[in-house]
Nanobody
Framework: QVRLVESGGGLVQTGGSLRLSCAASGGIFSRYAMGWFRQAPGREREFLSSISWSGRSSYYTDFVKGRFTISRDNAKATMILQMNNLKPEDTAVYYC???????????????WGQGTQVTVSS
């Protein structure tokens, strides 16, 4: 059983930046592809980005390309989402996720974190 804990959320102004972290425990972190999702009030959870177990391959959904960067440190069992140029529509609860393949992670999540709130003020 892998436990995922997100941190780094908070309140930021439009155009600002936040750095989300996901710390993993209870499993072999480097076995898993990792990714980030978010869920805004009244909306379905949506996929943002994923990264392969090695960190060499990553994927982004169109609306975060060029603004968000995913990375991981297998030695520290940690994944990072650097978010720049934030907009009010980025306000949501952000979730860390683990799966077996970064290309199928959008629909095949094995483990979820509990989420961290990101609020972008206009």
């Amino acid at each position: 059983q892998v436990r995922l804990v997100e941190s780094g959320g908070g309140l930021v102004q439009t155009g600002g930046s936040l750095r989300l972290s996901c710390a993993a425990s209870g499993g072999i972190f480097s076995r898993y592809a990792m990714g980030w999702f978010r869920q805004a009030p009244g909306r379905e959870r949506e996929f943002l980005s994923s990264i392969s177990w090695s960190g060499r391959s990553s994927y982004y959904t169109d609306f975060v390309k060029g603004r968000f960067t995913i990375s991981r440190d297998n030695a520290k069992a940690t994944m990072i989402l650097q978010m720049n140029n934030l907009k009010p529509e980025d306000t949501a609860v952000y979730y860390c996720a683990a799966g077996w393949d970064h290309t199928t992670l959008p629909s095949r999540v094995v483990y979820w974190g509990q989420g961290t709130q990101v609020t972008v003020s206009s």
